[in-house]
């Protein structure tokens, strides 16, 4: 059975950091895709960076690049969102999830989340001004 487990989520005031992680079980830590996602109530959930577990490359959402970090380690089977300098904004319910990719992975895993076959349950943000 395919698990992803999030933790690391909690409050912080703005400029402060986080770091989420994503223990996967279940499955091969190889070709996958393994995303971030992020939702607010109201709002649809949104792409915020994802990672190939073949050579782990990486993309970003506009919005978080060049505060947010992700990693992985294959060992473990984790995946990691370092989240620095954070906003009021980035305050949401963050996912993880992982779609196998066939060898094409690219930048439109973020945005094809409704392909992602296997999701956490999520772990809360807060950011305060």
């Known amino acids: 059975e395919v698990q992803l487990v999030e933790s690391g989520g909690g409050s912080v005031q703005a400029g402060g950091s986080l770091r989420l992680s994503c223990a996967a079980s279940g499955f091969t830590f190889d070709d996958y895709a393994i995303g971030w996602f992020r939702q607010v109530p109201g709002k649809e959930r949104e792409g915020v960076s994802v990672i190939s577990s073949t050579d782990s490359s990486t993309y970003y959402a506009d919005s978080v690049k060049g505060r947010f970090t992700i990693s992985s380690d294959n060992a473990k089977n984790t995946v990691y969102l370092q989240m620095n300098s954070l906003k009021p904004e980035d305050t949401a319910v963050y996912y993880c999830?992982?779609?196998?990719?066939?060898?094409?992975?690219?930048?439109?895993?973020?945005?094809?989340?409704?392909?992602?076959?296997?999701w956490g349950l999520g772990t809360q943000v807060t950011v305060s001004s």
């Open positions: 999830a992982a779609v196998y990719t066939w060898g094409q992975f690219g930048r439109s895993w973020l945005a094809r989340r409704h392909e992602y076959p296997y």
